[in-house]
């Protein structure tokens, strides 16, 4: 089974371009979480998109956004790129569904894109 | 006030030797769940073990052990036996879904170095 997918894996722009990030998620998996994790930090939690809507977006600026497909794929978007940007990005899929405390429902994470903005 | 606090920069441990990285927790809420990532250099974070709020006993998955004190709002990870490919960066995490709407909280991370 193939696992959480992430791209591109590297990708370099300059101030005030866009950049976009992609990921595929578990055969299965129907909710899709964005984490930022800056250069000797931890994650930072971004946006959660389930069955194709926001449902929860974390401390950022509104130029961070993005999108969830009908195949539950998902895109996240970053507009006006600052130098504070660069950061890997990492994706994490889950099954939809009523919360499951059972361990079987935990976050798959991809291996993330590293942005870096120049 | 953090909500998980990992006071372990970095740790060092022999091949071998048994390794407990430090993970404390504050909620309020009575239902909650417990994880520990582990983030070798390639970037991928790969979950470990799981404990829930209202499992008896502590969680086990194979060489990894949580120590649950609940009272104490601690959740340290223990690694028997340490192995150099368990040199990585390790991250607690909590989830509370009244709360936080199932996303997940995490620590700043201990980086790990077992030494041969």
């Known amino acids: 089974e193939a696992g959480v997918t992430q791209s591109p894996t590297h990708l370099i722009k300059t101030r005030g371009q866009q950049a976009t990030l992609r990921c595929s998620p578990i055969?299965?998996?129907?909710?899709v979480y964005w984490y930022q994790q800056a250069l000797g930090l931890g994650l930072q939690f971004l946006l959660w998109?389930?069955?194709?809507?926001?449902?929860n977006r974390g401390n950022f600026p509104p130029r961070f956004s993005g999108r969830q497909f009908p195949n539950y794929s998902s895109e996240l978007n970053v507009n006006a790129l600052e130098l504070e940007d660069s950061a890997l990005y990492l994706c994490?899929?889950?099954?939809?569904?009523?919360?499951?405390?059972?361990?079987?429902?935990?976050?798959?994470f991809g291996a993330g894109s590293r942005l870096t903005v120049l | 006030a953090q909500k998980i606090t990992q006071t372990q920069p970095g740790m060092f441990v022999q091949e071998k030797e048994a390794v407990t990285l430090d993970c404390t927790y504050d909620?309020?809420?009575?239902?909650?769940?417990l994880f520990w990532y582990k983030q070798p250099s390639s970037g991928e974070m790969i979950f470990l073990i799981y404990?829930?709020?209202?499992?008896?006993q502590n969680a086990t998955e194979g060489r990894y052990s949580l120590n649950f004190q609940k009272a104490r709002k601690s959740a340290n990870l223990v690694i028997s036996a340490s192995q150099l490919g368990d040199s990585a960066m390790y991250f607690c995490?909590?989830?509370?879904?009244?709360?936080?709407?199932?996303?997940?909280?995490f620590g700043s991370g201990t980086q790990l170095t077992v030494l041969p």
């Open positions: 994490a899929t889950r099954a939809g569904g009523p919360e499951d405390y059972s361990g079987a429902n935990v976050l798959t």
């Open positions: 055969s299965g998996h129907t909710s």
């Open positions: 998109y389930d069955e194709g809507e926001e449902r």
């Open positions: 909620t309020s809420d009575p239902s909650y769940g």
């Open positions: 404990q829930g709020s209202y499992d008896q």
């Open positions: 995490a909590m989830r509370e879904p009244l709360r936080s709407a199932r996303q997940l909280t």
